[in-house]
Nanobody, 124 residues
Framework: QVQLVESGGGLVQAGGSLRLSCAAS????????MGWFRQAPGKEREFVAA????????YYADSVKGRFTISRDNAKNAAYLQMSSLKPEDTAVYYC?????????????????WGPGTQVTVSS
């Protein structure tokens, strides 16, 4: 079992930056791939970024590539999402997820553990 808690969300103007954090507790954090997903009102949860267990492999949605950076620190049991050049369409609740199964980074159904989410609002 892994417990996840996101933090770092807030209100920011378009073009600004935010850094989201995901703190993990429970079983060995390094055993899990980590992903960030987001959900806007009336829309389905969508993939944003993911990172493999060692941190060597990263994956991004086309919509955030070049603007967002995912990272992790296994010694601190934490994952991060650095978001830059934010746009109003980035407004959503952001969730971090953890999965033990390999592959399928983009599929939220494969993530067994989720945090409660943190709101990110980008004003124009």
């Amino acid at each position: 079992q892994v417990q996840l808690v996101e933090s770092g969300g807030g209100l920011v103007q378009a073009g600004g930056s935010l850094r989201l954090s995901c703190a993990a507790s429970g079983r060995t954090f390094s055993s899990y791939d980590m992903g960030w997903f987001r959900q806007a009102p009336g829309k389905e949860r969508e993939f944003v970024a993911a990172i493999g267990r060692s941190g060597s492999n990263t994956y991004y949605a086309d919509s955030v590539k070049g603007r967002f950076t995912i990272s992790r620190d296994n010694a601190k049991n934490a994952a991060y999402l650095q978001m830059s050049s934010l746009k109003p369409e980035d407004t959503a609740v952001y969730y971090c997820g953890g999965k033990g199964r390999t592959g399928g980074y983009y599929d939220n159904r494969l993530y067994a553990y989720w945090g409660p989410g943190t709101q990110v609002t980008v004003s124009s």
